[in-house]
């Protein structure tokens, strides 16, 4: 599986370390693509700033994608999207009842950055979780339909990933229409190596349904390896042919299917 395209990789365009030359020089290691965030702070604020980050990354020889905040991002001109490699959309957080509910310290603890997730109790009540589940399928819904999205980013990162046993923190119904909007977008599942997700039930079920993927390290740093995410693919028994090599699921896997 040493072809794989990694399009989640994040350069110092937003928060990322190193620079798009440098980026662009680790291709050579294996083939990965550019997706800084969109929008981030005072470096890719617009669309001037993300045509700008376009064309800088493109003459040096990269695929170029972004990743888009759901939720948060303002729609995409059609003409900035369709001249965007692919598009990831990923949920950083989720808005309930005018409340930005932020991911961020879940994230730091997902990923081993910090040892204890201290809002665990605040994320085990049941109306909560209920509510932010719902509220991730809409966005998902919406970066569909309205954003024109082609992969889902850490499809089932959310602050309820720090709590423990996927299985039990996203009931089966859940994960299923997750996968079904989806399928039915044409879209694919991302597997990210930082996060760890989505966990292998989840691949199995969303290869049962019929879904492209995409692979993903979301590094910030050097350019690491794959052994996760390979780790993960085997476990599932993922088809090589169903995943994406950095364009969009159209390009690169509907015409070889129909
Ligand atoms: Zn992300
Ligand atoms: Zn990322």
New binding site residues.
Partial sequence: MSALFDHHVHSDRSDGTVSLEGRAKSVAIRPHGVSDHYPWRDKLRNENDLKRYLEDASRLGLRVGI?YDLGVAPPLSAGLREALHYVIG?V?QVEIDGNWIRYDDAGAYVKGRTKLFKQAERFSDPELQRRILERTLEVVAQGIDRDRIDIL??PTFSALQALGDPERVYPEEWQERLIALCVAGGIAIEINESYGVPHREFLVRAARAGAFFSVGT?THFELKPLDKTEAMIAAAKLRAESFLGGSRPRIDLRSSTS
Wanted: cysteine-free.
């Fill in positions: 990743e990923a950083h980013g850490h979301d």
